[in-house]
């Protein structure tokens, strides 16, 4: 298979109408515009209008990454675009079996990175919190499964720049505040993450603290002895496009990772709270019936607990200081949403299901 996406000379190039040509045809001139209001990472967009010399016009997306800027980068040890390495990676190319690539072209200078993307607006969902079309998870969920085992126990899993379930459960954690005030920069969201970590340890029993402050190396032993898979990274379903066609587009690879494949879904629970087609419990099912059809096999009903709990974990450490500061705020819907939280923390730790 062909590599998905053509590497430039310099992420300037990627704005250059001539050196456009090689992925848009002959291009007479470039406008550009700043998008705002896409990801909190640290990264931003720009939209390109191509007038081409057929006298077509043709919109494309760039994705702007400053190292140092962008948290999904430097609090992740590893000083590279995840979406470059992606695209890079030839043997990672049976990713785009499963989802359409976006990828035109991509380039990496000193400390900067950018991706070309089609732009697939007119596909994404509506930017509201409601829930999405039943048929429209099941696509989803079917997709991440069918990736999920595609790459079950792959080799290619020790690919040195994926995200290690440590690291996952580091990167918004109880410390991640703290941790990013010594920057000389400290980025804007790590600040609220923090004050929301305040919020919630005073809503959370005292058992729940102590397990979720512990170290993430430490709370990342609970993945041990579970299977490992590729992961998406970042579940959110404004990262993901349907077309007309079935086919599901994915973009924002920025913490693809490696861990057991319940890490992806429990990020979709956490993140996608008020978008969920079904109860929470109802997602768990099915996406448990896609991966064990992908598989061709069965998990027992205590290994299925077991990376359960391990995906709730990571949606909790991921997201339950913005969930407190919804309590706080009371935002309708919160109070409930924050309770099935709890109650899985505490439930699965009492069974065991957490213990390092």
Known sequence: MPAPALRFASVDALTDAQALGAVAGAVVSVSRERLSGLGASGSYHERLALKLRSGEQRRLMLKHIEFDADFTVYRTGSMVSREVALVSEAALNGVWEIFRCPYLGFAADDGRAALLKEDVSAYLLPDVDEPIDVAVEDLL?????????????????????????????????PQAGADDE????????????????????????????????????????ACSGLPRTLLHGDTKV??????????????????M??????????????VNSGRLARPKEGVIGRYRNYLETALGATFD?????????????HGALMSLWEKALSVAAGTPGAVEEWRWWEDQLLGRRDAGELSP
């Open 141 to 173: 969920l079917g997709a991440l499964a069918r990736l999920h085992a595609r790459y079950w126990e792959s080799e290619l899993l020790d690919l040195p720049w994926l995200v290690s379930p440590a690291t996952f459960f580091g990167l918004l954690g």
């Open 182 to 221: 010594q920057r000389a920069s400290p980025h804007s969201l790590l600040r609220l993450v923090a004050r929301g970590w305040e919020t919630a340890f005073a809503f959370l029993p005292d058992r729940i603290v102590e397990m979720l402050t512990r170290p993430p190396d430490e709370l990342a032993q």
């Open 238 to 255: 404004a990262n993901f496009a349907f077309l007309p066609d079935g086919g599901v587009v994915a973009f924002d690879w920025a913490l």
């Open 257 to 270: 990772g490696f861990g057991p494949p319940t890490l992806d879904l429990g990020w979709y629970l956490a």
């Open 301 to 313: 009903d205590s290994q299925w607990a077991h990376l359960v709990s391990v995906g709730v974990l």
